[in-house]
């Protein structure tokens, strides 16, 4: 039976209502541009409206930021089962395809820099909340990369952070001039590299660095050269303070080798790094915890001169996306709940109706399933009991607020094994078991010191320690499915509803997948 809890993916999450995807994982990619390889990445915990898509990697567990702001995680999540299945692109086609986007295909600089500062900016709003983490430094640089770091402290300033922007090494363009100009509306200060402090975990919580991208060549000079090594000695200065400040690095972090990485082991070692377009082939070498990748808007020409295996952006449940075994899809967007954070994500409502068919509806938790079924315990004399001994027809439902999805599975139910009641009983904390035991569940009782008194003499009972031994009314059941319908809410109320059928094909019963109308 699979486990609800624990499980290692990588896994991206889409937000139709802000184009944006994130993909989870440790285990990352690098980049940043100077000429210019742009996308914009997009998480569950920024401002709406904005566009873009983001992977995240994590090598171990899930992300612990919990979806807590407003609809952002509105939408959607996609789990890649295998990280080294995304492609990742040297130094020199990652230039061509950048001149192919600016090229052929119309986009231009200044909207290929805002869609990755605002990717950037909204993976950062996405993991670092403003309580702990207010106070952010950009360190731009003179290319492409500066410019998205200046779009990036824009856009912080808008989501309530408090940005300031180093720039020490001007471009007199006016893409450039412009970007400064709004950031001096807004009041944001500009630090010469002699305002800083010598440990940047003095005065700042979030650290961006947006000084070298993809297209940089030789080694970095004055006065880059002193505050990449600033970045460098973070590190060190880390191991006294009591919370850290934090390097958010755009596209790679600065001083890496493009392809081959921080070479020498002595580089900046960012926390979050937001590869843009696609992963760069440093980004294998990136250990930080958070990786995000910004690309939605690649299109399939560039996709298939490059052969690039990129996660896909499931702002939409479509129908090539999905798994064609409902278990395994059952399975992504149960890791992708997980992933989120939201509480009680084994909750479902399980609807019976007895031989009168009277319906009737009630939480329990899902404790596990397989291919065989979807498994809860109970009481054997509750009415839901009662209803499935009558009519062993059920469905349960799936409902993940912070995701906009459903999932609705019908089938007929059985109890399971008592062997694998007995397991389960035994595995429950000792209080949960003695609950079990004192709880005649739906029976009338005279009032809760009934209940508590019970539940005392119970206690005094097991005192001991001996082993509690399980009740025979109580134990599991298993719901077989016989359909499962998936649904992801979408703007308009033009939802998507994708459901299973089982079909005979060649006296085999195979899951049919059909749409239905929202």
Same mark, same amino acid.
């Given at each position: 039976?699979?486990?609800?809890?624990?499980?290692?993916?990588?896994?991206?999450?889409?937000?139709?209502?802000?184009?944006?995807? $994130?993909?989870?994982? =440790?285990?990352? &990619?690098?980049?940043? %541009?100077?000429?210019? !390889?742009?996308?914009? *990445?997009? @998480?569950?915990?920024?401002?709406?409206?904005?566009?873009?898509?983001?992977?995240?990697?994590?090598?171990?567990?899930?992300?612990?930021?919990?979806?807590?702001?407003?609809?952002?995680?509105?939408?959607?999540?996609?789990?890649?089962?295998?990280?080294?299945?995304?492609?990742?692109?040297?130094?020199?086609?990652?230039?061509?395809?950048?001149?192919?986007?600016?090229?052929?295909?119309?986009?231009?600089?200044?909207?290929?820099?805002?869609?990755?500062?605002?990717?950037?900016?909204?993976?950062?709003?996405?993991?670092?909340?403003?309580?702990?983490?207010?106070?952010?430094?950009?360190?731009?640089?003179?290319?492409?990369?500066?410019?998205?770091?200046?779009?990036?402290?824009?856009?912080?300033?808008?989501?309530?952070?408090?940005?300031?922007?180093?720039?020490?090494? $001007?471009?007199?363009? =006016?893409?450039? &001039?412009?970007?400064? %100009?709004?950031?001096? !509306?807004?009041?944001? *200060?500009? @630090?010469?590299?002699?305002?800083?402090?010598?440990?940047?975990?003095?005065?700042?919580?979030?650290?961006?660095?947006?000084?070298?991208?993809?297209?940089?060549?030789?080694?970095?000079?004055?006065?880059?050269?002193?505050?990449?090594?600033?970045?460098?000695?973070?590190?060190?200065?880390?191991?006294?303070?009591?919370?850290?400040?934090?390097?958010?690095?755009?596209?790679?972090?600065?001083?890496?080798?493009?392809?081959?990485?921080?070479?020498?082991?002595?580089?900046?070692?960012?926390?979050?790094?937001?590869?843009?377009?696609?992963?760069?082939?440093?980004?294998?070498?990136?250990?930080?915890?958070?990786?995000?990748?910004?690309?939605?808007?690649?299109?399939?020409?560039?996709?298939?001169?490059?052969?690039?295996?990129?996660?896909?952006?499931?702002?939409?449940?479509?129908?090539?996306?999905?798994?064609?075994?409902?278990?395994?899809?059952?399975?992504?967007?149960?890791?992708?709940?997980?992933?989120?954070?939201?509480?009680?994500?084994?909750?479902?409502?399980?609807?019976?109706?007895?031989?009168?068919?009277?319906?009737?509806?009630?939480?329990?938790?899902?404790?596990?399933?397989?291919?065989?079924?979807?498994?809860?315990?109970?009481?054997?004399?509750?009415?839901?009991?009662?209803?499935?001994?009558?009519?062993?027809?059920?469905?349960?439902?799936?409902?993940?607020?912070?995701?906009?999805?459903?999932?609705?599975?019908?089938?007929?139910?059985?109890?399971?094994?008592?062997?694998?009641?007995?397991?389960?009983?035994?595995?429950?904390?000792?209080?949960?078991?003695?609950?079990?035991?004192?709880?005649?569940?739906?029976?009338?009782?005279?009032?809760?010191?009934?209940?508590?008194?019970?539940?005392?003499?119970?206690?005094?009972?097991?005192?001991?320690?001996?082993?509690?031994?399980?009740?025979?009314?109580?134990?599991?059941?298993?719901?077989?499915?016989?359909?499962?319908?998936?649904?992801?809410?979408?703007?308009?109320?033009?939802?998507?509803?994708?459901?299973?059928?089982?079909?005979?094909?060649?006296?085999?019963?195979?899951?049919?997948?059909?749409?239905?109308?929202?």
């Amino acid at each position: 039976m699979l486990p609800l809890l624990g499980k290692t993916k990588t896994m991206i999450l889409t937000y139709s209502s802000s184009f944006t995807t $994130r993909l989870l994982a =440790l285990h990352s &990619t690098s980049t940043s %541009t100077s000429t210019r !390889s742009t996308s914009s *990445p997009l @998480l569950h915990r920024s401002p709406q409206g904005f566009f873009g898509s983001i992977l995240r990697y994590k090598l171990r567990g899930y992300c612990s930021s919990r979806v807590n702001r407003g609809e952002l995680m509105a939408n959607n999540i996609k789990v890649v089962q295998n990280p080294d299945s995304i492609s990742y692109l040297n130094q020199r086609e990652a230039a061509e395809v950048d001149e192919i986007l600016m090229g052929p295909l119309g986009f231009s600089v200044d909207q290929l820099m805002e869609l990755a500062g605002l990717s950037v900016a909204t993976a950062i709003a996405e993991v670092y909340n403003l309580k702990d983490y207010n106070r952010v430094l950009t360190i731009c640089g003179p290319g492409n990369n500066g410019g998205d770091g200046l779009v990036v402290a824009r856009h912080l300033y808008h989501f309530g952070y408090k940005p300031f922007v180093c720039y020490p090494k $001007r471009t007199a363009k =006016l893409l450039y &001039t412009g970007l400064v %100009t709004q950031l001096e !509306s807004l009041g944001i *200060p500009f @630090l010469s590299v002699d305002d800083l402090p010598m440990n940047l975990s003095e005065d700042f919580n979030i650290l961006v660095d947006a000084m070298f991208g993809f297209s940089f060549h030789g080694t970095p000079r004055a006065p880059f050269d002193d505050l990449i090594q600033r970045l460098v000695n973070l590190q060190n200065y880390n191991e006294i303070n009591k919370k850290p400040s934090v390097i958010a690095s755009i596209d790679i972090p600065s001083g890496w080798h493009v392809e081959e990485g921080d070479t020498n082991g002595d580089g900046i070692k960012p926390d979050m790094l937001v590869s843009l377009t696609a992963p760069k082939l440093c980004a294998k070498k990136f250990c930080g915890s958070h990786h995000f990748l910004g690309g939605r808007f690649v299109p399939p020409s560039i996709v298939d001169k490059f052969n690039l295996h990129l996660p896909s952006y499931p702002g939409s449940c479509i129908e090539e996306e999905v798994d064609p075994d409902p278990f395994l899809q059952f399975q992504k967007w149960f890791d992708d709940v997980m992933a989120a954070g939201l509480k009680e994500p084994n909750a479902m409502a399980l609807c019976t109706a007895g031989k009168d068919g009277k319906p009737s509806s009630r939480m329990v938790l899902l404790k596990g399933f397989d291919k065989d079924g979807f498994v809860w315990y109970t009481n054997y004399g509750s009415r839901k009991a009662k209803d499935l001994s009558e009519n062993a027809n059920a469905s349960l439902l799936f409902y993940w607020d912070g995701l906009n999805r459903q999932v609705r599975i019908e089938g007929s139910v059985q109890k399971v094994s008592e062997e694998e009641s007995e397991h389960y009983f035994h595995s429950r904390p000792r209080g949960s078991q003695i609950g079990a035991i004192a709880s005649k569940q739906s029976t009338v009782i005279p009032g809760r010191d009934f209940l508590h008194q019970e539940y005392k003499d119970l206690e005094a009972k097991f005192s001991d320690g001996a082993l509690i031994p399980k009740p025979k009314y109580w134990g599991g059941y298993r719901l077989k499915p016989e359909f499962f319908e998936f649904w992801q809410g979408q703007t308009s109320r033009l939802h998507d509803r994708l459901c299973y059928f089982p079909e005979e094909v060649d006296g085999t019963s195979v899951w049919k997948i059909r749409r239905l109308a929202p």
